[in-house]
């Protein structure tokens, strides 16, 4: 799993202005049959993508330009480990991939910018959130939609209290008991004839989760989405205490999440996601019917998208299922040339305008719900 953020969007948007740049997205499959079917489908989009290469640029430059796509093709043993969509953005040396929990349209583009409109739904505050696990067995980070929620590999975040602390040598004044004897399956526990060892070890939690945390700051920079907390009620109390995003809500999941698989987790913590997503996607649309009139806020592509550019978005609905890049074309793998064809011009405006929104700190939501009838984008002006 790779999650996406506002940091990342920054960086695609402003990396390599005027290389020739390619955005590829799909569909994919976590296991079975479709796995061989995704394989094809990613041949034929590349295929695409260098057939139009071709009319512009040398042989060379070609291969050197689709080289990861193309490692990408051959790596068996990668689509094995698939999630729901995949996304890869290309430029002369250089390149980034995601695969995320949100199925993706079937589409390439080659132009003198990269298209992020697809990968939308990872940062609108419709449907992706986050979860954080937390035992002092195992930390995870899931990054969750609707319909699921995948872990996110963390490789500076301690994860464990075993691991971020030393076990100290065994002394003559402690005696070891197995969870086992409270009727809980697990690895040993001491327990001091002191008083001081009792407050040592809770320093030493505290400890490991303000590490966690701080670990955490970093893997989370540039997120908004709102997250909420799965363990025992102490611990996520204690990690309240020392947590630094800014999006945890204030109702969690009081479960030991040790024995629970991604999809137990997500079953727990979806409905308290839902519920606060719904409360609060409510009063944003409500907010946009209710300033009809005031001129702060408009339906019309061209008004917004300027206003975008301008800094002036301060809520952006983008119209989902389908997205703008879908249904314009039969070609079930298109392959768009910026700028050069107009069935797609609209979509280009959406795309620069929630791109230039995110990049001004606005919010996007990419909805299904209908914000403004007959058209692809809804905004609420600053001023």
Not at 249 to 261: A, F, G, K, R, T
Not at 307 to 321: I, Q, Y
Request: hydrophobic share 40%.
């Amino acid at each position: 799993m790779d999650l996406f953020t506002r940091a990342d969007v920054e960086s695609l948007a402003e990396s390599g202005q005027g290389d020739t740049q390619i955005s590829l997205f799909m569909p994919t499959h976590r296991f079975g049959v479709g796995i061989e079917a995704d394989k094809l489908r990613w041949k034929n989009l590349v295929n695409g993508v260098e057939h139009v290469l071709a009319e512009k640029l040398r042989r060379p430059e070609v291969e050197a330009l689709l080289a990861p796509a193309r490692a990408l093709q051959e790596d068996a043993l990668g689509w094995q480990y698939m999630s729901d969509g995949i996304a890869m953005f290309l430029r002369p040396d250089w390149h980034r991939t995601f695969r995320v929990p949100a199925p993706m349209p079937s589409l390439a583009t080659v132009g003198e910018r990269l298209v992020m409109g697809p990968m939308l739904r990872l940062l609108s505050g419709d449907e992706h959130f986050l979860v954080l696990a937390l035992s002092q067995r195992e930390i995870r980070l899931m990054d969750g939609s609707r319909n699921t929620v995948e872990e996110v590999q963390l490789t500076d975040v301690p994860t464990s209290v075993k691991d971020f602390i030393e076990p100290r040598e065994p002394r003559s004044d402690t005696m070891a008991r197995t969870a086992a004897d409270a009727g809980r399956g697990g690895p040993a526990v001491f327990y001091g004839h002191g008083a001081g060892d009792h407050h040592l070890k809770n320093d030493e939690v505290v400890r490991f989760l303000r590490a966690v945390s701080t670990g955490l700051h970093d893997v989370l920079a540039g997120q908004s989405a709102l997250m909420v907390l799965v363990g025992l009620e102490q611990l996520v109390a204690a990690y309240r205490e020392v947590n630094s995003y800014g999006h945890v809500l204030d109702e969690s999941v009081d479960h030991n999440p040790d024995q629970l698989s991604s999809a137990e987790v997500h079953k727990l913590a979806w409905p308290v996601i839902e519920r606060q997503l719904r409360a609060q996607r409510e009063v944003v649309i409500e907010q946009f019917h209710q300033l009809n009139g005031t001129g702060r806020v408009s339906s019309d592509l061209h008004t917004v998208s300027e206003a975008a550019g301008e800094g002036r978005v301060e809520t952006l609905f983008v119209k989902a299922d389908p997205w703008c890049w879908e249904g314009v074309s039969d070609d079930p793998e298109p392959v768009v040339k910026l700028g050069a064809d107009e069935r797609y011009a609209e979509c280009e405006l959406v795309d620069a305008a929630a791109v230039a929104t995110l990049n001004n700190s606005g919010q996007v939501y990419a909805t299904s719900q209908t914000v403004a009838p007959d058209s692809e984008v809804a905004a609420i002006f600053r001023y």
